[in-house]
């Protein structure tokens, strides 16, 4: 928390003129900027270098798609109940954007940010850090995928395209390799760097801190949900969804049924 | 609604490769494409031309920020009761991306849709479309601005955009024209295209529909509200906003307050 | 819209005292009155009837809980996404209560009311209104249901219950059963008048317009809401749904599947 | 968590019948229980006692509305925004029940669990929970209050209500007033246990385990949003809070204004 009185440096106007933080809106930015570069520069306050770019776009089309996954699930009931609140189907989506299922980028950034600090070095310090989770049975956030064995093949990718950009320094990487190798001598086996703990090293390379990381998880995702609308507005799923799922969750209760048959 | 049977086309995996659509995502995507072809090639299904790019840009940059609005309002007052939850913060954001801010856009494509499929041709489709409105002292959606006069300087760049894309063909631009001096005849003064209503035209041009259009709005605000969390993570606002308004809205009930004074 | 000028009689409070309305919450709510009977009084702005407190109760009991519908299922898989935020598994579920599944019943609250206020009486209206929707092939809101049959049996409940009040005049239940001869002699077939229909009716006679009923319907089925999540926390089904759904779309795309078996 | 296999017992129907948990709900739920009742029955899974009812009640009555809140002020611009989908107005308010206003009453239960749990007596944990919070400048949830001062009024009523039932034990009240007691001792000073905690103590009293009380809380303050809408649609602020909030928060960015005057 800061104690500045209430302020803001995000946008202003006048009659003839729009500002998006320093720039002028239809002057500057409107077709000249893309929507990654502004992205960056509206979050993060400073124009992008062309590597912080390159990252920051790979990360976002890796996030954007995973199927049928719960935040698919909800947003595609939710347009079924509302089609005429699109944003209320794509709200209902991005709320599954939290601790579960993308919150292991933010928690594995944090524990990459404590590394490069650590006054110990970061691989004694990722050592003590793999045996305490372990000792704890803790899982540790950024690795283990239940799909993609032995590998998630996107890690690798991230870190590739990350390492080919000369202005990445490579110390976050460094943490997160050090905590893999950590863990697999741990655990006595190779445990896969999943995508979330991959994108966490390199979204920490371009300057992007820990604590506003699910913010480009939501962007990301929106991209994502809207499209599963458009292909809902096109071939339906959600009676389907709806139906299915009242046939496989069983009543199990002891109403004293007088009429009829069971549902389930 | 289709009578498809529910099947999904965005996206399949295996043990070791990721397809988005018909896509290799690590292959043929990741450190390929940008956030913005990869928004319209799995949003529409197809890949953009270049010109298309451009366009998308340029009105994803447009859309994204607009101030201290209702949306950012309820985004901020949201984070600073949870801050553990950044996601709702831009959920209850988002749900204001609707009929009243955004939704004008689709409402005037939805018009620009009918009059360019229109028999008795754009021009006098447009004539009887503006009179009819004004006839029912219905606004037009599109048009006029509450702050920026005489003209929205966004519109002109839209069109300015649009126009220098070689594939653009120009038929809803030409409609929306056509809206503009048919309001400006009706009206006996000159009303500006707002930058929904340009929005509209040249996001019909790129080949999006009416029924998504409002996706666009929502993928593009959902980056100005993701800034507008970084800067209350830095120098928040919502405490103010609480309280201003607390004080702001009297109390004008009948409570007989016995002791102290009415708040307000 | 009105004009007003910004003010609220809602709440108040001094150092030792709050007040809800004209109300002192402590000495007089408190202890005193049910959450049913403060409800009513909140929104409605007037202390109910002990006839309106029972139609309200018989109301708010019968919309809580429908089973594994869209809202449901919507916020058990959000839950599992976020079992930090309880707020937002509900929030996600409540979305779905819009104009599909109980916007029903307020579109039959609206016509009920213009029913009632038709100068040609009643009947003839209901009559015009019946067959209207029929030329325009347009489903009427409040008939028909696709489990209940023949009839849906919670609607002659709520009809009973409403008349046992003695303050009850009866004039938008005489409408509701105007519509329903008018409709099984348009279709030939009897169609049964569903809850939300009979709800609609119920609500009216107490006094609750048209355009706050959907809020009353958000209250109970925020009821049910929670109790599925209760249940989720103690036997989760969660991961079911997801999996359940994963297998049930198939992937029917044209990804050159490179290694190993397609999804689906 | 648990190793369940999935399954409900919330609800199920037939053709002729509809049942929540084990009761007929048109035959003896709807006209016989009130909704508070069906509301403990239904989320606890079994009815409950008179003095049960009372406390929920009370409970349900004190939480329902608090002014102007960050709560209420997301209700009412998504309301303005999104007039058509009045459940999202109420879910934006609702993602505001969370970690910072309410959440302290699951906090403070948690505590309260605890010390009834302890093994050293509850005077004693309640000691050492004092202190090591002090010792740590954290606040204990349950105690303090920026307005009411020198007590809040809603504490002693909710405990002198659930006195009056004779099925309460009192060891969650003990244990409220033994960190209370404690807290004065080692602050030196008076400091108020806040409706959150007195709520919390009478809540596990009457049987409502910490893990799921924030439910209760979203139930009774999605009624206080529900007439905050009501009133919006006769008295609208929305526009007024916009307004009021764009002009309080000054712009203080560097851009070069070109012309016209910066905005605030």
């Known amino acids: 928390m800061s104690n500045h009185s209430p302020e803001t440096k995000l946008a202003t106007h006048t009659l003839t003129s729009l500002y998006v933080r320093e720039m002028d809106l239809v002057n500057d930015m409107m077709g000249k900027m893309t929507f990654t570069d502004t992205m960056f520069y509206h979050i993060m306050g400073k124009h992008p270098t062309a590597g912080q770019t390159a990252v920051l776009d790979a990360v976002l089309v890796t996030l954007m798609e995973h199927g049928f996954t719960p935040s698919v699930i909800a947003a595609r009931v939710t347009y079924l109940s509302a089609p005429e609140a699109l944003q209320a189907a794509v709200s209902a989506g991005l709320l599954n954007v939290a601790s579960q299922f993308v919150g292991t980028m933010e928690d594995c950034a944090a524990i990459l940010e404590r590394l490069v600090m650590a006054k110990e070095g970061i691989e004694a310090a990722a050592k003590r850090e793999v045996i305490q989770a372990h000792a704890e049975k803790r899982p ?125």
Chains 1, 2, 3, 4 share one sequence.
Not at 187 to 192: A, E, I, N, S, V
Not at 231 to 245: A, D, L, S, V, Y
């Open 140 to 264: 540790l956030p950024g690795f283990g995928h239940h799909l993609h064995k032995p590998d998630d093949p996107r890690s690798p990718k991230l870190f590739e395209i990350a390492r080919a950009q000369t202005e990445i320094e490579g110390e976050y990487l460094e943490a997160l390799l050090a905590l893999s190798s950590a863990m697999d001598k741990v655990h006595g086996k190779h445990l896969t760097i999943n995508a979330t703990g991959a994108a966490a090293a390199v979204m920490l390379e371009i300057g992007v801190p820990a604590r506003i990381m699910r913010g480009f998880a939501i962007i990301s995702r929106a991209v994502g949900l809207v499209a599963h609308i458009m292909e809902e507005q096109e071939c339906p799923t959600g009676r389907t969804i709806w139906k299915t799922i009242d046939q496989t969750i069983p009543y199990t209760g002891t109403a004293n049924i007088k009429h009829g048959r069971k549902r389930g």
